[in-house]
């Protein structure tokens, strides 16, 4: 069983922000920021390119139920919403799970990453990636 | 009328990945990373915080669709997600936009921000963020 799944199922404890019938949000032990939160679906998936639009719908009504929370009840002004999916992509627990942060003026943190500019031709890509 | 409003009207040229009646998504012109995306409600609001839940399944669905286009048919093997609600957490279009990033093995890019550890009483922050 994954460590997601078995935090899910309370065989490892966690700090619970929610909880429903389809996901569960708990605080993320990185402590990078105050009230960095995780919101997974309890149904096991690895990421976002295997989790069924109905469940990653669920899961997305819970992050906007939570950053409302943080906002309207809990003295923030904004949230992040991060994902990773997949290796490449820096995921580290495979166990689909949405970052959600919240924020406030002068809190000292920076939630974007910093690449440089790479020369590209974007009507190429355009081409390339086109959804048809 | 906000900059991605004339965007999806098509009064300013973007380089258009996928539309629908709900959504619209194109490339970013930051150019930091090959196939950096913006997904995009038609319906103006300035960010998730003010997104009815319906439209943002809406634009949960063509993240999802995108996302599952990158990987199965361009050549990726995966995506990060990033969205930013809130000029304190780093929000500088204020029409609700998801990044979506194709990743592949060595493309050199970090899309995760560098934090340093903070001091924090996980179980006090759980206290004052937990939904009841």
């Known amino acids: 069983m994954c460590i997601f799944c078995k935090i899910i199922s309370k065989e490892i404890p966690s700090y619970a922000i929610y909880e429903d019938e389809y996901t569960y949000?708990?605080?993320?032990?990185c402590q990078d920021a105050i009230g960095h939160t995780l919101v997974v679906p309890k149904q096991h998936c690895v990421n976002l390119l295997d989790c069924p639009i109905e469940l990653l719908g669920k899961v997305t009504e819970?992050?906007?139920k939570i950053a409302k929370h943080y906002v309207d009840d809990c003295g923030y002004q904004g949230v992040n919403i991060l994902n990773a999916s997949g290796?490449?992509?820096q995921q580290s627990v495979f166990h689909l799970h949405i970052h959600?942060?919240?924020r406030k003026a002068g809190d000292?943190?920076?939630m974007w990453p910093?690449?440089?500019r790479q020369e590209m031709n974007l009507s190429t890509v355009c081409q390339q990636l086109q959804l048809k």
Chains 1, 2 share one sequence.
């Open 25 to 29: 949000a708990f605080l993320d032990n």
């Open 62 to 64: 819970t992050v906007h």
């Open 87 to 89: 290796q490449c992509a």
């Open 100 to 102: 959600l942060v919240p």
């Open 108 to 110: 000292n943190i920076n």
């Open 114 to 116: 910093d690449n440089a």
